[in-house]
């Protein structure tokens, strides 16, 4: 099976921009999760979701950050306005059921904010 | 508090076992994971054990779990040089919806 799939794979954007990220996951994965990484520090939970409904969204940053997943099958995330801060790696990862045994991430997004 | 603790980098000969060390905090997790990051690739599940489990081995790899002192390790065998990588450790707070806590990973170098 395909895995989980992220685009761009980096972007670099000046401060006050608005970027968008995209995850496609597992094909039939209703679980999909968005994590960060910032600055070679420890990988951050942002949110959860189930199909297109939001379980969790208790480590979003602030309000400049919206993630959807319509139709409960890609999501997006988008960051508006971009700041400094927001610089680091966007994993996207996906499973079908909630088993405790891990899920398949994607590469990552690359973000620079200038 | 929120942390889960790793050395940031480690260096050995190639041949030599390596042994990541990681310090967790919450004594309800079910599930403790070694995730593997090459280069320029996602991150990449390498083994995870149950709370109930003291170690798990599997091929060149040994996971040991310590839950009195809330400390993982992961062993890895006559590391080669495609075992460089950074290697975070990461916790499952249970809940039911599988919210990980990482570590900010160890970067594991090996040379000749």
């Known amino acids: 099976e395909a895995g989980v799939t992220q685009f761009p794979s980096h972007s670099v954007i000046e401060k006050g921009q608005t970027v968008t990220l995209r995850c496609d996951p597992i094909s039939g994965h209703d679980n999909l999760y968005w994590y960060r990484r910032v600055m070679g520090k420890e990988i951050k939970f942002l949110l959860h979701f189930v199909k297109e409904s939001k379980q969790d969204e208790s480590g979003m940053p602030n309000n400049r950050f919206l993630a959807e997943r319509t139709g409960g099958t890609y999501s997006t995330l988008k960051v508006q306005p971009a700041e400094l801060e927001d610089s680091g790696v966007y994993f996207c990862a996906s499973s079908r059921s909630l088993a405790n045994y891990g899920y398949t991430f994607g590469s990552g997004t690359r973000l620079t904010v200038v | 508090g929120e942390d889960v603790e790793q050395s940031l980098f480690l260096s050995v000969r190639e041949g030599d076992s390596s042994v990541i060390n990681c310090t967790y905090t919450d004594s309800s997790s079910t599930y403790l994971y070694w995730y593997k990051q090459e280069p320029g690739a996602g991150l990449q599940l390498l083994t995870y054990?149950?709370?109930?489990?003291d170690m798990k081995q599997d091929q060149r790899l040994t996971v040991l779990l310590n839950k009195k002192d809330k400390h993982l390790s992961l062993r890895i065998a006559d590391t080669q040089t495609g075992d460089s990588a950074i290697y975070f450790c990461a916790e499952n707070r249970g809940g039911g919806y599988n919210k990980l806590i990482f570590g900010a990973g160890t970067r594991l170098a090996v040379h000749p």
């Open positions: 054990i149950f709370s109930n489990m």
